[in-house]
């Protein structure tokens, strides 16, 4: 069985940044992509980047394109996501995926986080 946690969330001035960690029970990163997605209240759970398994790349989602970056610590078995120049849209409960296929697709993904809240006053 894979576990995600995540951690590292807060709350923070806009400008600020945080870093969000992702930790898994096992070894799975290295055959698995990892994605992060947020949810804001009352909106649906949307994409924000992802981690390709064979580190051949990483993507994200245009509204975070240039202030957030994907990286991998294979030693600690966990993946982070750094957040700079933060803005009041970007709070939402982060979470963090494990899946096959690197899509922007959270169906493809077949293990979760239980996600952690980061908050963004103006």
């Known amino acids: 069985q894979v576990h995600l946690v995540e951690s590292g969330g807060g709350l923070v001035q806009a400008g600020g940044s945080l870093r969000l960690s992702c930790l898994a029970s096992g070894n799975i990163f290295s055959s698995y992509n990892v994605g992060w997605f947020r949810q804001a209240p009352g909106k649906d759970r949307e994409f924000v980047g992802l981690f390709r398994w064979d580190s051949v790349g990483t993507y994200y989602a245009d509204s975070v394109k240039g202030r957030f970056t994907i990286s991998r610590d294979n030693a600690k078995n966990t993946v982070s996501l750094q957040m700079n120049n933060l803005k009041p849209e970007d709070t939402a409960v982060y979470y963090c995926?494990?899946?096959?296929?690197?899509?922007?697709?959270?169906?493809?993904?077949?293990?979760w986080g239980q996600g952690t809240q980061v908050t963004v006053s103006s």
């Open positions: 995926a494990a899946g096959r296929l690197a899509t922007s697709d959270m169906r493809t993904y077949a293990y």
